[in-house]
């Protein structure tokens, strides 16, 4: 052990001026280490120096920082031109302001017209001519033209049809001729007792007649007039009774014909059926408004009533 180690092994007390004679003993030879004795702590006068010393680091470090700042600011920026002289500001300005009264004086000619700074003299205007006021004379005769105008007339296509087969004649005549591709209703000519057009009417009676009426007796066989299609059966329940319509196509016209108050039951087509000119419809019957057994004939040319006597006359072969 060493002498200090002795001493505090004794129990020997030191005082404050041997311990700190003992540190500066210590800090002359730093070799020597002391066990057991803890190490002193900083005076206060050390304390504040040192904090002095940290601080005054920490001042030196800001302003390097800004030095090197300011020299990469100025490094960044471009190199100033060299300044104007005041003659140059003083000529650029007013070549600025000799530029604007130019466009000024531009703007003036050229929205102000040529004449609006010069008035002629009224002594010089030019004055207006005389001129003769035209004059119209209006002689007391008149003379009437006369116009002459080509002459016409103008009717529906029911009225020409009416015209072509009207029943002109009362004469109801006819031949019949079985083996013609146009027949009459009837193998043999039956009596006709009200024709197409105007009569007296009776109390359930039409004033105009649209059909053509044969009277040859009840339950007399009927026949298709020609090759046609049954469009429309009717077996009672109108005017017309048992009724028959059957559409043909003569001289390229579409031609319907009807055959009314036959008997009930008696109808011997079908809707749809075709049939050959002569093939027998049905038989002579008194249904509907009928005032006695009679066959009820109509023909209507492209939808228009004519006669059927007229029709028969002209087509039947």
């Keep these: ?5 002795s001493e505090f092994e004794a129990g020997a007390p030191l005082t404050r001026r041997e311990l700190r004679n003992r540190e500066e003993a210590a800090r002359k030879q730093p070799s020597r280490r ?26 030196s470090l800001k302003a390097q920082a800004r030095a090197r700042a300011e020299r990469q600011s100025a490094a960044s920026r471009p190199p100033a031109g060299p300044k104007k002289s005041l003659k140059r500001r003083i ?24 004449n609006a700074f010069y008035q002629e003299p009224l002594n010089t205007a030019p004055t207006a001519q005389a001129v003769e006021i035209q004059a119209l004379t209006v002689g007391t005769e008149t003379k009437t033209v006369a116009v002459e105008r080509d002459a016409y007339t103008a009717s529906s296509l029911a009225d020409q ?36 057009g105007p009569r007296g ?24 007039i020609a090759d046609g299609t049954v469009v429309d059966i009717s077996n009672g329940g109108s005017a017309y009774g048992v009724m028959v319509i059957v559409e043909h196509l003569v001289n390229g016209q579409s031609v319907k014909s ?30 509907g408004a009928s005032t006695g057994a009679h066959l009820h004939l109509e023909i209507h040319v492209e939808g228009v009533p004519v006669d059927p006597y007229e029709w028969l006359q002209a087509n039947a072969n």
């Design 1 to 5: 052990m060493t002498g200090v180690d």
């Design 34 to 59: 002391l066990t057991g004795i803890p190490k002193a702590p900083p005076s206060g006068d050390a304390f504040r120096g040192a904090k002095l010393k940290s601080k005054e680091h920490k001042e």
């Design 91 to 114: 000529a650029s300005k007013a070549m600025s302001l000799s530029a604007a009264v130019a466009a000024g004086l531009m703007l003036v000619s050229t929205t102000i017209p040529a």
């Design 161 to 196: 049809i009416r015209a072509k087969y009207g029943s002109a004649a009362r004469n109801y005549a006819y031949a019949v001729n079985p083996a013609g591709t146009i027949q009459w209703p009837f193998p043999y000519a039956a009596p006709i007792t009200s024709g197409f």
């Design 201 to 224: 009417g009776c109390g359930y009676c039409s004033t105009y007649h649209n059909g053509l009426d044969f009277t040859p007796g009840a339950g007399t066989p009927i026949h298709s």
């Design 258 to 287: 009807m055959y009314a108050h036959m008997s009930y039951g008696s109808v011997a087509v079908a809707l749809g059926q075709q049939i050959g000119v002569g093939t027998i419809i049905g038989t002579v019957g008194s249904t």
